[in-house]
């Protein structure tokens, strides 16, 4: 299966600062997403690029997606403590079926 | 309030006693589907239902069954379960638009430990 990968697998950084958080994937897709999951629970939709977009903004959020590198990257701009969590990119392949395949993730700490 | 809800949320179990770790969504959403979660792995997919009376494996489908009898609920069962299947599990559906582009919501999780 086409899992992703993220990069880095951890990311420190002090509250207002930047997170940046990279993606890589192997084949094909219709999208790219991305979730995020507080310590020890559910995944919670972040935002959705298609395979025909570049780039998405939502908030403070910003996707983009490269299809000829297979990657993608999020950035949390002026980030705050209560961002502090495991980020996860997610791929479907290109064949019209519902499944989903997640990266390890990366972990954010913001430091207040 | 629209959810996915898992029960139970914490298990600890010996090896070999079956169970079961339930699953149901509000939402009236056709597909479903099992993750389990482990250090360095990420999620990987353990079993998907496209529609009641459908489902089909995931990545990693080995020591679990699953049924669809009714679209709300998609039950996870471990008929003999094994120290290696302690592990963080995820039910999830697919969200509104999501027949096109796939958004999943997620349960809250199981942590199941096999003694």
């Known amino acids: 299966s086409q899992q992703g990968e993220e990069d880095p697998q951890a990311l420190s950084i002090q509250e207002g600062e930047n997170a940046t958080m990279n993606c890589s994937y192997k084949t094909s897709i219709n999208n790219l997403q991305w979730y995020r999951q507080n310590s020890g629970r559910g995944l919670v939709h972040l935002i959705l690029?298609?395979?025909?977009?570049r780039e998405k903004h939502s908030g403070r959020l910003r996707v983009t997606l490269d299809t000829s590198k297979k990657s993608s990257s999020l950035l949390i701009t002026a980030s705050r403590a209560a961002d502090t969590a495991s980020y996860f990119c997610?791929?479907?392949?290109?064949?019209?079926?519902?499944?989903?395949?997640f990266g390890t993730g990366t972990r954010l700490t913001v430091i207040p | 309030e629209a959810q996915v809800t898992q029960n139970p949320r914490y298990l600890i179990t010996v090896t070999g006693k079956k169970l079961t770790v339930t699953c149901s969504q509000n939402m009236n959403h056709e597909y479903m589907s099992w993750y389990r979660q482990d250090p360095g792995l990420g999620l990987r997919q353990i079993y998907y239902s496209m529609n009641v009376e459908v489902t089909d494996k995931g990545d990693v489908p080995e020591g679990y069954k699953v049924s669809r009898k009714e679209k709300r609920n998609f039950p996870l069962i471990l008929e003999s379960p094994s120290p290696n299947q302690t592990s963080l599990y995820f039910c999830a559906s697919i969200g509104p638009g999501g027949q096109r582009y796939n958004e999943q919501f997620f349960g809250p999780g199981t942590r199941l430990t096999v003694l």
């Open positions: 690029i298609r395979s025909n977009e």
């Open positions: 997610a791929t479907d392949e290109r064949t019209g079926a519902n499944n989903l395949f």
